[in-house]
């Protein structure tokens, strides 16, 4: 695992006590520190992804490309392991090109994220920006847990004077459930603890409501609303419009 680890600094003439001062300080960051003596076939897959990692953050290249690196590590050691590369970036300067279907993984640790769909950038922009305003649907359903929801301009009064086809969309955590709004028939409910997720339906569109869990349990038909602020519009090909 040592001699892996600092391979590429030995074919660059790296000096010793240079390569095994990083070796320690990136074996250590990594918790690779019982294993530096082992064989590659003596280690878990997460142990190799590890190992894998640390040859790519013990070079301190000005850009580093890293394809999933957290794909095969258990949750907790992802979490911690985030943290540690956006702090090792930040402290080095390093550009990194980080590639990831883990869209958690995308807003905690990105200053740009490119969301790609079938090989084409659908929007480019920081984390907030992407969330607050995503440009086309996509994007819109790619970011957000749960994603935002799309209805049918055509299901709600206020929205039916736009073109045929254009959706309306609502975050989950931006929909009220009170007196007053859009009749929708509630599907289900899922409790998180603090929150619950209501499963309702407008029209043809099947939504989620993110609510506070101590609002109790909302019967089969309710009315929901939200802040003109809180709508965005997409045209008929999921091009945002406002």
């Known amino acids: 695992v040592a001699e892996n680890i600092v391979f590429g600094l030995k074919v660059r003439r790296v000096e010793k006590s240079e390569r095994l001062a990083r070796l320690e300080r990136v074996a250590k960051m990594m918790g690779l520190e019982t294993l530096l003596g082992r064989r590659p076939n ?9 190992v894998a990692l640390a040859r790519a953050v013990i070079s301190e290249r000005p850009v580093c490309l890293m394809d999933e690196p957290l794909s095969n590590l258990d949750a907790k050691l992802r979490a911690e392991m985030r943290v540690e ?86 975050r989950p955590e931006d929909m009220t459930v009170g007196a007053e709004g859009v009749e929708a028939n509630v599907e289900g409910v899922e409790y998180l603890g603090a929150d619950q997720l209501i499963a309702a339906r407008v029209g043809a569109a099947r939504i989620i409501v993110r609510q506070p869990a101590r609002t109790g349990t909302p019967d089969k038909t309710v009315r929901l609303s939200w802040p003109a602020e809180a709508t965005h519009l997409f045209d008929a090909d999921g091009r945002r419009l406002q």
């Open 85 to 170: 590369i956006r702090d090792l970036q930040q402290r080095l300067g390093l550009t990194m090109v980080y590639v990831t279907h883990d869209q958690v993984e995308a807003m905690t640790m990105a200053d740009h994220i490119v969301v790609m769909n079938q090989g084409r950038v659908e929007q480019v922009a920081r984390p907030r920006e992407l969330y607050a305003t995503p440009a086309t649907t996509f994007c819109a359903r790619f970011i957000g847990t749960p994603p935002m929801n799309l209805i049918a301009a055509s299901d709600l009064s206020a929205y039916r004077h736009l073109p045929k086809g254009s959706l309306v969309g609502v």
């Open 42 to 50: 003596q280690l878990s897959g997460g142990q190799q992804q590890r």
